[in-house]
């Protein structure tokens, strides 16, 4: 038996993390409808990673985290950032709120190590401050540790 699974009328949360050239691309008028507008669906969420990130829904309301730095303009930073937002899916936050927490997290991540005095990073280094930005943002640890 064979399924066809593009006949499927499940909705699937999505949240894109496109990089900058291919949204520039997707949302000019001569081309198909894909980029933005794509996620005019409520079950999607848009995320444009930049200084201020843009976190937008279906509904048309956008969120901006303006809390990065350009230690985040690394290969392979958006990666984790997918897998932040992944974990806190995993835990039952809502798709809005598990990305507009992955990207606090994100972002976050990058200030205590740029505070550490690092100048640049690999994606791997954000990993290794998760925990101390999620016990920050629960009160357990001092921000300043």
């Known amino acids: 038996m064979e399924v066809n699974l593009a ?8 949240v894109g993390l496109p990089h900058k050239e291919p949204v ?14 794509l996620f005019a669906i409520s079950e999607r969420i848009l995320i444009l990673k930049g200084p201020n ?9 956008k969120y901006i985290i303006s809390t990065a ?12 950032l997918s897998g932040i937002i992944m974990g806190y899916l995993s835990n039952g936050y809502n798709l809005l709120n ?3 927490l992955g990207v ?3 972002s976050r991540c990058s200030i205590l190590l740029y505070n550490k005095g690092n ?3 690999i994606a791997s280094d954000l990993i290794k401050e998760i925990p101390k930005v999620q016990y920050i943002l629960r009160g357990q640890i001092n921000e300043s540790l």
């Open 98 to 100: 598990a990305s507009i």
């Open 104 to 106: 606090y997290v994100h």
């Open 24 to 37: 520039t691309i997707e949302i000019r008028p001569k081309r198909k409808p894909t980029g933005a507008k």
């Open 7 to 14: 006949s499927q009328t499940h909705h699937i949360p999505q």
């Open 53 to 61: 990130t843009i976190i937008a829904n279906g509904k048309g309301e």
């Open 69 to 80: 730095n350009s230690l985040l303009a690394t290969a392979g930073t958006g990666d984790v």
């Open 119 to 121: 100048d640049n990073i």
